[in-house]
């Protein structure tokens, strides 16, 4: 058991583990969305009747669990994780700019070019993250703790050390 969870710890890139953080925290924002559509629906209908409560419910309740599917991806070290991440950022994003354009029409824009550029640099780390090499192999998972708990920092270097020992 202690074996596994060193394994975890010593195995996952920084980046990988930024990406879980972020998509565990869009779980909770989502699901933040969801409980307060539910405990708030008088006053949503009051304040907003179109798209109303049951859009921000249904819409809160999906992108948690859209976000919670990639985070078990990402922590599982299932090969889609990284890929599904990049997506579903994609989606999201999307997602914001037609719900605030479509059922937001009438709110203040003062801070759109703040959330623009905001957004845009959450797309392009996130394409970044995914790309970098320590990422790949965590999601191809060709990373493995050796005998040592050295994490090697490439795929290959893993046989090379491996028979560096044997010489020995």
Same mark, same amino acid.
């Given at each position: 058991?202690?074996?596994?969870?060193?394994? #975890?710890?010593?195995?996952?890139?920084?980046?990988?583990?930024?990406?879980?953080?972020?998509?565990?925290?869009?779980?909770?924002?989502? &699901?933040?969305?969801?409980?307060?559509?539910?405990?708030?629906?008088?006053?949503?209908?009051?304040?907003?009747?179109? @798209?109303? @409560?049951?859009?921000?419910?249904?819409?809160?309740?999906?992108?948690?669990?859209?976000?919670?599917?990639?985070?078990?991806?990402?922590?599982?070290?299932?090969?889609?994780?990284?890929?599904?991440?990049?997506?579903?950022?994609?989606?999201?994003?999307?997602?914001?700019?037609?719900?605030? #354009?479509?059922?937001?029409?009438?709110?203040?824009?003062?801070?759109?070019?703040?959330?623009?550029? &905001?957004?845009?640099?959450?797309?392009?780390?996130?394409?970044?993250?995914?790309?970098?090499?320590?990422?790949?192999?965590?999601?191809?998972?060709?990373?493995?703790?050796?005998?040592?708990?050295?994490? @090697?920092? &490439?795929?290959?270097?893993?046989?090379?050390?491996?028979?560096?020992?044997?010489?020995?």
């Amino acid at each position: 058991m202690i074996r596994k969870i060193k394994n #975890f710890l010593f195995k996952v890139p920084f980046s990988v583990t930024i990406l879980g953080v972020v998509a565990l925290i869009l779980v909770v924002l989502n &699901t933040i969305r969801f409980a307060t559509a539910l405990s708030q629906w008088d006053l949503i209908l009051d304040f907003m009747p179109n @798209p109303g @409560p049951a859009y921000i419910a249904a819409t809160g309740l999906l992108w948690a669990l859209c976000w919670l599917i990639v985070y078990l991806g990402i922590y599982l070290e299932w090969k889609w994780g990284g890929v599904a991440f990049v997506l579903l950022a994609f989606l999201y994003v999307s997602y914001y700019w037609l719900d605030r #354009f479509f059922y937001q029409p009438h709110a203040e824009r003062s801070n759109a070019l703040f959330i623009f550029i &905001t957004v845009l640099l959450f797309l392009i780390n996130s394409i970044i993250v995914f790309a970098l090499p320590k990422s790949r192999a965590y999601f191809a998972g060709d990373t493995e703790v050796d005998a040592n708990e050295n994490v @090697p920092s &490439t795929p290959q270097e893993l046989p090379n050390q491996e028979l560096q020992k044997r010489e020995i």
